[in-house]
């Protein structure tokens, strides 16, 4: 078996982590043993960027960003106009100032699909429906090539709009990014793809395409531009995730542990009785608000050393603290965009094998039916990444 | 390798291996990958840091020279800004505001009829307030009068100069009026204007409102208030609650 031939192996590509028989056999030092020379610590970084792996990772993380692009945009029906257009709240005549005084734009004016409606505004509802149906197609998989490439321009396009530009959007612009390059990607040098297929998308990548096409399917091989985009994705969250911790750690507010009162105590509505009532227990909240602030800051700070951990209490903390965010930002900051964001980031970092635990989960549909089908799979997982990854 | 019937992508590479990739492209990848990453990287380390204590006063630092450099006359203007990441991930959100702000408009009909809107609208979704929160925070803060220095006279047959300042009309209110360079009011260190992004934007706000419900006018007045902080747990602050109206002006529909 070659050097490379071997490596595709390791399944998620994690290093020193072999995924097969054969990774166990060079484990052991076993002289000839084909995946040794790709087990090397000199091979570490082939292992990590370009090992091929399962494109169901991809494909899931297409479907939960598409389906946050939606929303993200559905929530506008209605008052689209208003926000995005050159007919809304920042109008053309505003614009143009600003683009004469370059430092009156509080976000970089870009290009954007939007403005080719200028005035019109039939032409600007026939722009937005038109890309929700494009985001339709593309969290379903339709033709993902083309319309991941329309995906990303949409998202980018939404965001000019210095007015309405929310600084969660830049992140929604950075996951169509990455799911643009992976899908232009995928298959184009492992897949035994027709011309249509290469120019498109694969047909496999269609939600429902395991009951169109059951026979293709069973044959997708895995692919090393999933891996390459799960990479990019995967650091690239984990430099917005510490980058916004050590941020916040230039705020006296969040020095002092006091970050979280704010959006407790909104002002219009915070009142003196209220603040009243507050005061006998004034040491017990700012303790436990402090404490609760200092986790959400050790997990953000802690994350390149956990993410990358297989293992059922590593993935707890990495999907556990996204979940906590999550519910954090959307109740507690009213932030609608990072608490989803979040989550994807954290999802990218799962494993085929975890991908496909979660996938098999999500077919069986009901609890009872994924606690028969989660013994075979775990054994399979310690099996196939060393049984000190897996702890039961 | 026990594999379940219906596990399809795991076994493809068994029976169909990968094609390995060759060096070239690996290189390729590497040296993609590597100079993204490093871009988005320093980016973000470029950013300004702070406010820190200086003599004077609290002041935002630059970030590393070498990571600036870079970005400035490389990374950002032809790559990131095309690609639109164009965020150091310092989320302003982050930071609490000193203030908290909402607007009403007040709009005009034909007939002399006064409509007023308030945003964030309470009838819209969550994702809309959210906007409506953010054309909000576009309104302030308000900056102080720049050092006047010598008084300005004006040439032979002008007018003196003019600058727009908030003039405090009655309590808990104030309005932007244009003031002559001569005048006292000048003169006081506390006077403060709005920036020139929050005028631009509250007019741009004022002329889309009278376009959308065919007013003859419309004026844009602030409302904000003291963010209350942990703080006031402790020490009571008196002028707390008191919530200022600050009115940017009438804006005729032409």
Same mark, same amino acid.
């Given at each position: ?392 | ?98 203030? &908290? %702000?909402?607007? /009403? $408009?007040?709009?005009?009909?034909? +007939? ?6 308030? @945003? ?94 065919? &007013? %003859?006018?419309? /004026? $844009?007045?602030?409302?904000?208030? +003291? ?6 747990? @402790? ?20």
């Amino acid at each position: 078996m070659s050097k490379d031939r071997s490596a595709t192996e390791f399944g998620a590509g994690e290093p020193r982590t072999p995924a097969t028989t054969d990774g166990a056999k060079a484990r052991s030092g076993e002289p000839g043993a084909p995946a040794a020379e790709a087990l090397q610590p000199s091979n570490a970084w082939t292992r990590f960027w370009f090992t091929a792996i399962s494109t169901t990772g991809m494909q899931c993380l297409r479907i939960g960003s598409g389906l946050l692009f939606l929303a993200w945009l559905l929530s506008f029906a209605g008052h689209q106009v208003e926000l995005f257009s050159l007919n809304g709240w920042l109008d053309r005549k505003a614009l143009e100032e600003m683009g004469r005084q370059e430092n009156l734009a509080p976000v970089p004016i870009g290009w954007s699909i939007l403005y080719l409606a200028g005035d019109s505004v039939a032409l600007f509802q026939a722009l937005y429906w038109g890309s929700l149906a494009v985001l339709a197609l593309f969290t379903l998989g339709v033709a993902t090539r083309f319309t991941g490439v329309l995906t990303w321009v949409i998202v980018v396009s939404f965001f000019a709009n210095p007015a309405t530009s929310y600084e969660g959007d830049y992140l929604l612009g950075i996951l169509a990014f990455y799911l643009m390059i992976g899908h232009l990607l995928v298959g184009q040098w492992q897949g035994n793809l027709s011309i249509t297929e290469r120019i498109l998308g694969a047909r496999d990548d269609f939600v429902f395409a395991r009951w169109l096409f059951p026979r293709r399917v069973a044959e997708r091989p895995a692919s090393c531009g999933a891996n390459f985009m799960m990479r990019l994705v995967q650091i690239h969250f984990v430099i917005i995730i510490v980058t916004s911790a050590l941020h916040k750690l230039q705020i006296s507010d969040w020095w002092s542990g006091v970050a979280l009162w704010y959006p407790l105590h909104p002002t219009f509505k915070t009142t003196a009785e209220t603040l009243q009532r507050e005061r006998p227990n004034a040491d017990f909240t700012l303790f436990y608000l402090s404490l609760a602030q200092y986790l959400v800051l050790a997990w953000q700070l802690c994350l390149p050393f956990f993410a990358w951990r297989p293992g059922r209490w590593w993935r707890g903390l990495l999907l556990g603290g996204a979940a906590i965010g999550w519910l954090g930002a959307y109740f507690l900051f009213q932030l609608p965009l990072f608490g989803p964001f979040v989550m994807l980031g954290c999802l990218s970092f799962l494993r085929p094998e975890e991908w496909k635990w979660v996938t098999d989960a999500v077919r069986n549909g009901l609890g009872g039916a994924v606690k028969v089908r989660a013994a075979p799979v775990v054994k399979q997982m310690a099996a196939s990444a060393g049984k000190g990854n897996i702890k039961k | 390798m026990s594999v379940p019937m219906n596990d399809t992508t795991q076994r493809a590479p068994s029976r169909n291996p990968p094609r390995p990739l060759p060096l070239w492209l690996k290189v390729a990848g590497t040296v993609v990958a590597t100079g993204h990453l490093l871009g988005i990287g320093l980016y973000a380390l470029a950013a300004d840091s702070g406010p820190w204590p200086y003599n004077n006063g609290p002041s935002h630092s630059p970030g590393p020279a070498f990571a600036t450099s870079i970005v400035l006359n490389c990374t950002y203007p032809y790559y990131l800004k095309p690609l639109r990441m164009t965020h150091n991930y310092h989320f302003a959100s982050n930071r609490s505001s000193d203030l &908290a %702000v909402y607007f /009403e $408009v007040q709009l005009k009909g034909e +007939l002399g009829e006064v409509r007023t809107l308030k @945003f964030p609208d309470e009838k819209a979704n969550f994702w809309v307030r959210h906007r409506h929160d953010l054309l909000a925070q576009y309104l302030f803060p308000d900056q102080p009068l720049p050092p006047r220095g010598n008084q300005r006279l004006p040439a032979l047959g002008k007018e003196v100069p003019k600058v727009e300042v908030w003039v405090r009309a009655e309590p808990g209110s104030m309005r932007l009026k244009q003031v002559e360079e001569l005048d006292d009011l000048l003169r006081n260190p506390d006077v403060q204007q709005p920036t020139e992004r929050a005028k631009l934007f509250a007019q741009s706000y004022a002329r889309y409102l009278c376009r959308a419900h065919n &007013a %003859v006018s419309a /004026e $844009v007045i602030r409302h904000s208030r +003291l963010t209350v902080m942990p703080m006031d747990l @402790f020490v009571q602050r008196p002028e707390l609650f008191n919530e200022m109206k600050s009115y940017f002006g009438e804006y005729r529909r032409e």
